[in-house]
């Protein structure tokens, strides 16, 4: 019975040890809701977010299946909703707290996210897209875009 144990532990470990189980590092994501828009901000060419080299970005929110990604939900101004019905998660942006939502994307495709203002109307630009994509589409879209958009925060 002893041996039976540890050869199960033996194998067990090297099963633990193998690097390529290991879970990749989560890509962290800025949210602001702000002026009933989402402004999003990810980490760039040094992959730390909270850097000058930050990617701003409004609009659509861009994801690489596969990859564990952290949002980190704030607003600056009201209270808002953020939903992604196709995987059934909802959080709220709030002023001076964060809220994070973490998850791996695992189907390529685009996918409603939605958003509210808690105020009892809809505003239109929080409605926006989550569109996943292979890593490579996803890696061109976010060097390929202008990283000083004019209304991002």
């Known amino acids: 019975m002893a041996v039976v144990c540890l050869s199960l532990l033996i194998e067990g470990g090297v099963a633990i040890g193998d690097e390529t189980?290991?879970?990749e590092k989560p890509l962290v994501i800025d949210i602001m809701?702000?002026?009933?828009?989402?402004?999003?901000?990810?980490?760039?060419?040094?992959?730390?977010?909270?850097?000058?080299?930050?990617?701003?970005?409004?609009?659509?929110?861009h994801?690489?299946?596969?990859?564990?990604?952290?949002?980190?939900?704030?607003?600056?101004?009201?209270?808002?909703?953020?939903k992604l019905p196709h995987i059934d998660r909802v959080k709220m942006a709030v002023p001076e707290i964060?809220?994070?939502?973490?998850?791996?994307?695992?189907?390529?495709?685009?996918?409603?996210?939605?958003?509210d203002q808690m105020c009892?109307?809809?505003?239109?630009?929080?409605?926006a897209k989550l569109i996943v994509e292979t890593q490579e589409d996803f890696a061109t879209w976010l060097v390929g875009?202008?990283?000083?958009?004019?209304?991002s925060r």
């Open 120 to 127: 009892g109307f809809s505003h239109e630009s929080l409605k």
């Open 145 to 151: 875009k202008d990283q000083t958009d004019a209304n």
């Open 21 to 23: 189980a290991m879970p």
């Open 98 to 115: 964060v809220f994070t939502l973490e998850f791996t994307p695992d189907s390529l495709g685009t996918f409603e996210l939605e958003g």
């Open 63 to 82: 994801l690489s299946m596969g990859t564990p990604v952290v949002l980190q939900l704030k607003s600056e101004d009201y209270i808002y909703t953020f």
């Open 33 to 61: 809701g702000s002026e009933y828009r989402w402004h999003y901000r990810y980490p760039g060419p040094d992959e730390t977010l909270g850097t000058a080299d930050d990617i701003r970005r409004l609009g659509d929110l």
